[in-house]
């Protein structure tokens, strides 16, 4: 079946303005997950959804970053304000439960200008 | 917090010799997971280790969970152009569904 789906691919902004970044995760796992990965590093935990619950969000860097996920499927990362140290991959990855291999989207390239 | 290290950062080796990364954590860890990520690619589950001391083969990839619980190992066994890529070892974070990963081995292999 299909894998777990992330749109944009790219997404090039202006510093301060608004970006909603999207992930369809793959069809009946219910967690999901969203990490950072800057250039050289390995993906950082931002927030983790089971269900239509942020059942950990203590990787979000401040109050700019917020993810929703409303019907337990599609999640959306919302950015507010964007800065210029926003610039990363953002990746989603879904899995059964949390206890599960969790399986990783292409990423969204964020470029802040 | 919980740290993840990984050495060495960057490998290059010529085909068909070997490779090992090695990867510690602060904290004694309930799993590791491997994970290999192909340049410009996203990052792609290879294997999970949750017992202490426990080996796992897959074909020429040989991975070790150390009897602490706290390091692990990957090792390829002649290495082939295919194998070019970072690879991450991870380990749950201090809640559930949080993974920690380490910085990653990159790893060239020149024909």
């Known amino acids: 079946g299909a894998g777990v789906s992330q749109t944009p691919s790219n997404k090039v902004t202006e510093k301060g303005k608004y970006v909603e970044l999207r992930c369809d995760p793959i069809?009946?796992?219910?967690?999901l997950y969203w990490y950072r990965q800057s250039l050289g590093q390995g993906p950082e935990f931002l927030i983790y959804?089971?269900?239509?619950?942020?059942?950990?969000d203590s990787g979000l860097p401040n109050d700019r970053f917020f993810a929703v996920r409303p019907e337990g499927s599609v999640s959306t990362l919302k950015i507010q304000r964007t800065e210029r140290g926003d610039s990363a991959v953002y990746l989603c990855?879904?899995?059964?439960?949390?206890?599960?291999?969790?399986?990783f989207g292409p990423g969204t390239r964020l470029t802040v200008l | 917090g919980q740290q993840v290290m990984q050495i060495p950062q960057y490998q290059h080796v010529q085909e068909g010799e070997d490779f090992t990364t090695y990867c510690n954590s602060s904290?004694?860890?309930?799993?590791i997971q491997w994970y290999k990520q192909r340049p410009g690619g996203h990052p792609v589950f290879l294997i999970q280790?949750?017992?202490?001391?426990e080996v796992k083969k897959q074909k020429r990839l040989t991975f070790q969970f150390g009897e602490a619980k706290k390091n692990s190992s990957l090792h390829i066994t002649a290495t082939q152009t295919t194998d070019v890529g970072t690879y991450f070892c991870?380990?749950?974070?201090?809640?559930?569904?949080?993974?920690?990963f380490g910085k990653g081995t990159k790893l060239s292999v020149k024909p």
């Open positions: 990855a879904s899995s059964w439960s949390y206890t599960d291999t969790q399986y």
């Open positions: 069809s009946g796992h219910t967690a």
């Open positions: 959804f089971q269900g239509t619950g942020a059942a950990d």
């Open positions: 904290t004694t860890l309930s799993n």
């Open positions: 280790l949750v017992k202490s001391g």
């Open positions: 991870a380990g749950p974070g201090g809640s559930q569904g949080n993974l920690i």
